[in-house]
C-alpha cells in the first residue's frame, strides 16, 4: 500500500419499508383524534393514573388498560425545548416541542409548539416556560396522526 | 449500613486497550478499529486471542450502518470460533454481562469490545429513529432534544443556572486538555462556553457531548487468573444497572431515576456509604453539562437540587473532593457505544497510575457510569478497585 493513497468512501443508503401496528390502542386514539377530534387518555384501574399517550398496560402496575377517558384540549408546558440548529434528517430550526399536561392527564404527550416568534430565541424560550398555558389547535386536514395537532400558547 | 458482598472469586479488568479519538477516521475501515482496539487490550493483558474463549460485544447496527453488526465485526474483536454475545446499548452494559459470565464459572477470561464509528452515518437520523413511531417520531427529535428538555425541568426545579452547566463544560474541557488520550484536547472560558451557538435551547453546542470515531476494549479475569495476567489489576467491587420507563412524558426529567437505583445496588454491593468520600475519582456520562449535574444528585454525591453548588464550589474539580471526569468525559470524547466502556477504563488507567497528564495522585477507589436511550434510560454504575498489594 502506497502511504498517499486516497481514502475510499463507499455512499449508502437504508431506504427499508415498514409496517408498523398500531394495535387497538393508537388505532382508537388516532381515530377519535381524526373524526372526533377529541383526545383520550386511558386510565390505570390500579394506579389511577390517566396515561397519555395512551399504552396498552401500565408499565408499573402491570395489568392491561381499556378504561378511556377525554382529557382538556388545553395543558400546561411540563418542559420545552427549541430546535436552533441544523441537524441532518430533522426539520429546519427554529421549532419548538413542548411535554404538555393535558388538563385530566397524568403524564405528558409531546408535539410542536406553533405560533412562537423565534426572532429572539430568550425570549420565544421565555414564553415556552414550564408551567406556560397552552391549547391543542387541530389541522385543517386530519390524517389520524400525531402532527394532526401542534400546541399554541395562550395568552 | 452498606457492607459489601463477598465474591470469593473477584473479577478485575487486567487488559486496556484503546484507539485514538478522532472526529473521523476516513482512513481506517471500521473492522480495523476494532482489531486494533483489540488488539492492543490483548498486548496488555499478555494474552494471545487463542487464550480468551468468551467475547462480549456492544454496539449500534444503526451507527455501524450493517444489520445485525456484530456478525460483520465480531472477529475484529477476536470472537470467531469464540462464544459471543452482544448488546445493543451502551458498552458499559457490555461490563456487566462480562462480570457475570466470568462470575458463573464458565469463563476465567473475557473480552469486552465498544465501538462506534458515527461520522460513518447520519448521525441525528440515526437517533430520531429510536423514537417509537406513532407518537413522536415525527416530532423532529434526536438524543439531544430530551436533554435539553431535562436540562429545561432540571434548572424550573433545582434553580440551577447556565452558570454550574458553564463550570462543568470548564472544569472538563480543562481536565480533556490534559487527557493525552481525549478527542477534544482544548480548554475553554465560561463566556466561551455562554457564547458558543445554542443546539436545542437552553443546551448551547459547549455544553453537549462530541462525537468521536474509536473503541475501547477490555480484557477481564477472574482470580488467581486475574493475578497471573496483571500485576496491576483492578478489580470490580460493585456494580449495578436499571432501566427506566421508555416514555419521557411519564419520567421525572429533572432526575436520573434509574440512574439512583444503579448507584444505590452498585454501592450496596461495594460496601460504600458515603460516595462523596470514599471515592477517589468518578468518570460519569456527561452527555451534556446538565446530565453530570443530575448524575452527581443520583449518585449520592450531594443532595437533590445541590448538584449546581457542587460544581460552582469546585468539589468535583481535579483538586476537589471527588474529581469527577478527570478525563475530561463525554464532552471531550464521546465514541458512542463505548463512551461507556471508555469511562471505565479512564477511571481503571486512574487506579493502575497511567493516565498521564490527568492523572489523580493515589488514587484506589473510582466509580465509571454508563448510559443509553433517549434521555438516559438505561444507566450502569461499576465501582472499581486497584490492587491492595501493588497499591504504589
Known amino acids: ?155 | 449500613m452498606a457492607r459489601g458482598v463477598d465474591v470469593t472469586e473477584p473479577v478485575a479488568i487486567v487488559g486496556i486497550g484503546l484507539t485514538s479519538f478522532e472526529s473521523a477516521k476516513s482512513g481506517q475501515a471500521y473492522g480495523d478499529m476494532i482489531q486494533e482496539a483489540t488488539a492492543k487490550a490483548l498486548a496488555d493483558a499478555h494474552l494471545q486471542r487463542d487464550q480468551v474463549p468468551s467475547v462480549v460485544l456492544a454496539a449500534s447496527d444503526l451507527i455501524d450502518g450493517r444489520g445485525i453488526s456484530s456478525m460483520v465485526f465480531a472477529s475484529a474483536a477476536g470472537a470467531m470460533l469464540k462464544d459471543e454475545i452482544k448488546v445493543a446499548e451502551d458498552s458499559a452494559a457490555g461490563l456487566t454481562i462480562g462480570y457475570l459470565r466470568l462470575t458463573s464459572e464458565l469463563f476465567d477470561v473475557s473480552i469486552v469490545a465498544g465501538w462506534s464509528k458515527s461520522s460513518e452515518s447520519p448521525l441525528t437520523l440515526v437517533q430520531n429513529l429510536a423514537y417509537e413511531p406513532f407518537y413522536h417520531r415525527q416530532l423532529g427529535m434526536d438524543d439531544l432534544a430530551p436533554a435539553a428538555l431535562q436540562a429545561a425541568r432540571y434548572c424550573h426545579i433545582t434553580g440551577c443556572s447556565p452558570d454550574a452547566a458553564a463550570a462543568v463544560v470548564v472544569k472538563n474541557r480543562r481536565n480533556g486538555a490534559e487527557n493525552p488520550r481525549a478527542h477534544i484536547r482544548q480548554a475553554i472560558t465560561a463566556a466561551e462556553v455562554r457564547d458558543s451557538p445554542p443546539v436545542w435551547w437552553p443546551l448551547r453546542r459547549a455544553e453537549v457531548r462530541t462525537e468521536s470515531d474509536g473503541a475501547c476494549v477490555l480484557v477481564l479475569a477472574r482470580g488467581n487468573r486475574a493475578r497471573e495476567l496483571s500485576d496491576r489489576p483492578v478489580w470490580i467491587k460493585g456494580l449495578g444497572w436499571e432501566t427506566d420507563g421508555y416514555n419521557l412524558g411519564e419520567r421525572d426529567l429533572a432526575r436520573f431515576s434509574a440512574l439512583a437505583g444503579a448507584a444505590r445496588r452498585a454501592y450496596a454491593m461495594a460496601g460504600i456509604n458515603d460516595p462523596l468520600h470514599e471515592l477517589d475519582l468518578a468518570e460519569v456520562h456527561d452527555f451534556t453539562a446538565y446530565n453530570e449535574l443530575m448524575a452527581y444528585e443520583a449518585l449520592g454525591f450531594c443532595g437533590p437540587g445541590e448538584g449546581a453548588r457542587l460544581a460552582i464550589d469546585g468539589v468535583t474539580d481535579r483538586q476537589g473532593t471527588l474529581p469527577v471526569n478527570p478525563s475530561g468525559g463525554v464532552l471531550c470524547t464521546n465514541p458512542y457505544a463505548s463512551a461507556g466502556l471508555l469511562r471505565i477504563a479512564e477511571a481503571a488507567l486512574q487506579l493502575r497510575g497511567e493516565a498521564g497528564g490527568c492523572q489523580i495522585p493515589g488514587a484506589r477507589r473510582a466509580l465509571a457510569h454508563g448510559m443509553t436511550g433517549l434521555g438516559g434510560q438505561s444507566h450502569t454504575v461499576v465501582i472499581l478497585e486497584g490492587d491492595k498489594e501493588k497499591a504504589r
Open chain 1, 1 to 155: 500500500m502506497a502511504p498517499n493513497e486516497p481514502t475510499m468512501v463507499v455512499p449508502g443508503e437504508w431506504n427499508i419499508r415498514y409496517f408498523y401496528t398500531a394495535g387497538p390502542v393508537a388505532a382508537h386514539f388516532f381515530q377519535e383524534l381524526k373524526e372526533h377530534r377529541r383526545i383520550l387518555g386511558i386510565r390505570c384501574p390500579q394506579c389511577q393514573r390517566v396515561l397519555l399517550p395512551p399504552r396498552g398496560f401500565c408499565e408499573r402496575c402491570f395489568v392491561q388498560l381499556s378504561d378511556w377517558v377525554p382529557v382538556a384540549l388545553e395543558g400546561k408546558i411540563e418542559a420545552a425545548t427549541i430546535g436552533c440548529a441544523h441537524l441532518e434528517g430533522l426539520p429546519e430550526p427554529p421549532y419548538a416541542i413542548a411535554f404538555v399536561r393535558l388538563d385530566g392527564a397524568d403524564t405528558s404527550l409531546a408535539n410542536f409548539v406553533t405560533g412562537v416568534d423565534f426572532s429572539d430565541i430568550e425570549a420565544a424560550a421565555a414564553r415556552l416556560h414550564i408551567g406556560a398555558r397552552v391549547a391543542v389547535e387541530f389541522s385543517p386536514e386530519l390524517a389520524g396522526r400525531i402532527t394532526d395537532f401542534h400546541y399554541r400558547l395562550l395568552g
